[in-house]
């Protein structure tokens, strides 16, 4: 078995394109995206300045991130080391471009299903190069056997100074680069000037450092250069990402809501608590699963989560903890229908259990998603259950207008709580130091594009008028129902805001 790799000779690139075409021409790659690119920047001041080329492409890593992920095993590891792929088996969930550390993956949108650089396979498999190492005249890209100490690309590995990109992903990257500028690899260190780039109008699916007037961000140090040519890289997950993470967040937290009120000693009480309960958060449920098929571009193959799934996959394990929470939710839909306070005692556990796996796993997926690194804190999975907490007392302070709710101040008190657990996790997750690249997606969060929600929507709407409307109500005794409703739909729509700037803030950060 071989360990196939790529050795790219930044000193020798002179940035002639030539590998972009023929991998364009190779693969019928459509306009608009790229299997490998070449990235130009350019350092100093004038009039001692340079530019540098780069060849970005999929790095083959030992430890694939993107094949961890994939949930269908349309991702996977060929005989000869090469991360390949498999259209037949993609079902477009995106999840693998957020997890790939390089930006190496894209959205063909002729086929709707995930593609990269595979070596030429095809080729390497025949005992041909791959079209970009035969067309690159200046011999700059290389392919060996790493396992072979006599191959070239072992041998110049050895000998000569090397560097691979994000290193700190530990994925144990098979594409090595030599005479490469540091700032080439890594994107925090570079920055798209206010006048754009050369041959090239920005978009915002150009990701960049945020920059004042073309220079260094006025807060962040470390830009050193400029990003003066590279492609563009569309954010693939959007507000349906966002609103799923309230969706399941309401059916969880309903459910924990009424389990909480069984313990109380009101599983005899049928229509709010063993009935209407199970019926939202079936909606609600229902309704998550629509936004997670509506947002993959092969939604008709949902099912492969199923019939193909690979359980190293925090998405397809989540789609059980989904329909294993359906089930109890449906049986408690039962047990209030019969009017069997005995089953609602029994499922209560189960029901609660659900309902955290339901709210939470989506952490692990999120940890999954390696490329990005302000979804990989500790504190995701805390503020996921807090959240789902406060969706539940939201639900239960909604239905107390309607009908009669069981211990109306315990349930002022959980949206209450929930509500001040989220703001805390909240503050810590801003104010504690991590990587770079957490530090700028929290300053693009907070600060940036996504600053006005965040602190609008998602702390003043979804944290603040809450926490103030349930404090009145508690303080001042108040009977009606009505101003505890407000507080829930306030803490509700606050919380679409915080996790859409959260998601979108996530994947801000240039990965290439």
Not at 48 to 53: G, H, L, P, T
Not at 123 to 135: A, H, K, N, T
Not at 446 to 465: E, H, K, M, P
Request: proline content about 5%; overall charge negative.
């Amino acid at each position: 078995m071989t360990r196939l790799g790529f050795l790219l000779d930044s000193d020798s690139c002179i940035g002639c394109h030539a590998c972009t075409v023929a991998c364009k021409s190779e693969h019928d790659v459509p306009l608009g995206v790229n299997r490998t690119w070449v990235k130009y920047i350019e350092t100093g001041t004038f009039p001692d300045v340079a530019r540098k080329f780069n060849v970005m492409r999929c790095n083959q890593c030992e430890d694939a991130p993107c094949m961890a992920i994939c949930p269908t095993n349309a991702l996977f590891r060929a005989d000869n080391g090469v991360v390949d792929f498999q259209d037949d088996n993609c079902i477009g969930c995106k999840s693998c471009m957020n997890a790939c550390p390089y930006d190496a993956l894209y959205i063909n949108p002729e086929t709707n299903t995930a593609h990269k650089c595979n070596m030429c396979n095809h080729r390497i498999e025949v005992g041909l190069e791959p079209s970009c190492q035969i067309v690159c005249p200046t011999e700059a890209i290389k392919i060996g056997d790493l396992d072979d100490p006599t191959s070239e690309i072992s041998r110049i590995i050895a000998r000569d100074d090397v560097a691979v990109r994000s290193p700190e992903q530990n994925t144990k990257p098979k594409v090595f680069y030599r005479g490469a500028d540091q700032a080439s690899l890594d994107p925090t260190r570079t920055a798209i000037a206010n006048d754009g780039m050369i041959w090239a109008e920005t978009t915002p699916s150009h990701p960049t450092v945020t920059v004042t007037l073309g220079a260094k961000p006025s807060d962040m140090d470390g830009v050193v250069a400029r990003t003066a040519y590279t492609t563009s890289h569309p954010m693939s997950w959007k507000e349906k990402v966002s609103g799923y993470l309230v969706t399941k967040a309401i059916a969880a937290g309903t459910m924990l809501v009424a389990s909480l009120l069984v313990l109380m000693g009101h599983s005899d009480v049928d229509a709010a608590v063993g009935v209407v309960p199970p019926m939202i958060a079936g909606a609600f449920l229902g309704l998550t699963g629509v936004l997670l098929v509506s947002d993959l571009k092969q939604p008709g193959r949902f099912h492969y989560l199923i019939t193909r799934g690979s359980w190293e996959s925090w998405l397809v394990k989540g789609a059980y903890i989904l329909m294993a929470f359906a089930a109890v939710t449906g049986l408690w839909w039962v047990g209030g229908l019969v009017g069997s306070p005995g089953l609602l005692k029994i499922l209560a556990v189960p029901a609660v259990l659900g309902a955290a796996g339901t709210a939470g796993y989506t952490a692990y997926l999120f940890g999954q998603c390696e490329g990005r690194d302000l979804w990989q804190t500790p504190l995701l999975l805390p503020t996921l259950l807090a959240q789902a907490v406060t969706a539940g007392g939201a639900v239960f302070a909604v239905m107390d207008v309607f009908m009669d709710v069981p211990e109306p101040t315990a349930i002022t008190w959980v949206l209450l709580g929930g509500v001040v657990a989220t703001a805390a996790l909240i503050a810590m997750e801003i104010t504690s130091r991590g990587s770079r690249h957490v530090e700028l997606a929290v300053h693009e969060m907070t600060r940036g594009r996504y600053g006005r929600q965040f602190w609008i929507g998602g702390v003043g709407l979804g944290i603040v008028a809450p926490a103030v409307l349930a404090i009145i109500s508690l303080a001042a005794d108040v009977s009606s129902p009505a101003l505890l409703a407000v507080a829930g739909v306030c803490a509700v729509v606050g919380m679409f805001a915080y996790e859409d700037s959260f998601v979108r803030a996530g994947q801000s950060v240039p990965l290439s």
